[in-house]
């Protein structure tokens, strides 16, 4: 097992760099004033007084969140919940029968209710995109904001799986997620498709260069 996270790790040092450069190369020649990215930034800033004012030092909300998030990738692996507990001062804690570390660390990079919300693009009216952009930027903000304060090395989830490996895979799996929305708000599920699809080939690229040049 530590052999594989050796290797998990030293593969997504090559997928942080093909997906980091996927990203740059397709957010420059966006149309920064289409609607979708500026009703979204328009959610996004709203929440950010929310944040400060009100919900910051409320960590139950996050709290919850963060274990909410444990308990769905959880499910997604088939594993059994045992207990499912948040307090408002004491944190929280979401027992399974069974883990592995994209379960431990899923709510340093997933933005669930962000997540939950994609399949909804798909059934609701077009009337209704801009408003949905505005929400959709309201909860990414509240997942980025809520993850910078409740990320830390002295984290259980962080010492579990560690503190190296969780740096390495947190920066790949930031730059996967958050590339693939800003696709998505720019340009559909279609350009989030294509994303990934070139993230990985450029990734690919990468990690053949390398092999050549050991060789």
Same mark, same amino acid.
């Not at 997906?19 to 500026?38: C, K, V, W």
């Not at 304060?149 to 740096?167: A, H, N, R």
């Given at each position: 097992?530590?052999?594989?996270?050796?290797?998990?790790?030293?593969? &997504?040092?090559?997928?942080?760099?093909? !997906?980091? @450069? +996927? *990203? /740059?190369?397709?957010? %420059? =020649?966006?149309?920064?004033?289409?609607?979708?990215?500026?009703?979204?930034?328009?959610?996004?800033?709203?929440?950010?007084?929310?944040?400060?004012?009100?919900?910051?030092?409320?960590?139950?909300?996050?709290?919850?969140?963060?274990?909410?998030?444990?308990?769905?990738?959880?499910?997604?692996?088939?594993?059994?919940?045992?207990?499912?507990?948040?307090?408002?001062?004491?944190?929280?804690? &979401?027992?399974?029968?069974?883990?592995? !570390?994209? @379960? +431990? *660390? /899923?709510?340093?990079? %997933? =933005?669930?209710?962000?997540?939950?919300?994609?399949?909804?693009?798909?059934?609701?009216?077009?009337?209704?995109?801009?408003?949905?952009?505005?929400?959709?930027?309201?909860?990414?903000?509240?997942?980025?904001?809520?993850?910078?304060?409740?990320?830390?090395?002295?984290?259980?989830?962080?010492?579990?799986?560690?503190?190296?490996?969780?740096?390495?895979?947190?920066?790949?799996?930031?730059?996967?997620?958050?590339?693939?929305?800003?696709?998505? @708000?720019?340009?559909?599920?279609?350009?989030?498709?294509?994303?990934?699809?070139?993230?990985?080939?450029?990734?690919?690229?990468?990690?053949?260069?390398?092999?050549?040049?050991?060789?």
């Amino acid at each position: 097992m530590k052999i594989l996270k050796i290797l998990i790790a030293v593969l &997504t040092v090559f997928l942080s760099i093909g !997906f980091g @450069i +996927t *990203l /740059a190369e397709m957010i %420059l =020649p966006f149309d920064y004033n289409q609607p979708s990215i500026r009703y979204f930034l328009a959610g996004f800033g709203v929440f950010i007084p929310f944040w400060f004012i009100w919900l910051k030092n409320k960590h139950f909300y996050s709290t919850f969140e963060h274990e909410l998030t444990h308990l769905l990738v959880g499910l997604l692996f088939f594993k059994k919940p045992a207990h499912f507990t948040v307090t408002r001062d004491s944190g929280g804690e &979401t027992g399974l029968y069974g883990g592995n !570390f994209l @379960i +431990t *660390l /899923a709510p340093y990079f %997933l =933005p669930t209710f962000a997540f939950l919300m994609l399949p909804v693009y798909l059934i609701i009216s077009p009337e209704f995109h801009l408003h949905y952009f505005i929400l959709l930027g309201f909860v990414v903000s509240y997942h980025v904001f809520s993850t910078i304060q409740e990320f830390s090395y002295s984290q259980p989830d962080i010492i579990k799986s560690g503190k190296i490996f969780s740096t390495l895979f947190l920066v790949f799996t930031n730059i996967l997620v958050y590339g693939f929305l800003i696709m998505f @708000i720019g340009g559909g599920f279609e350009s989030g498709g294509m994303f990934l699809k070139e993230g990985f080939l450029e990734s690919a690229n990468w990690l053949i260069v390398l092999i050549s040049n050991v060789r």
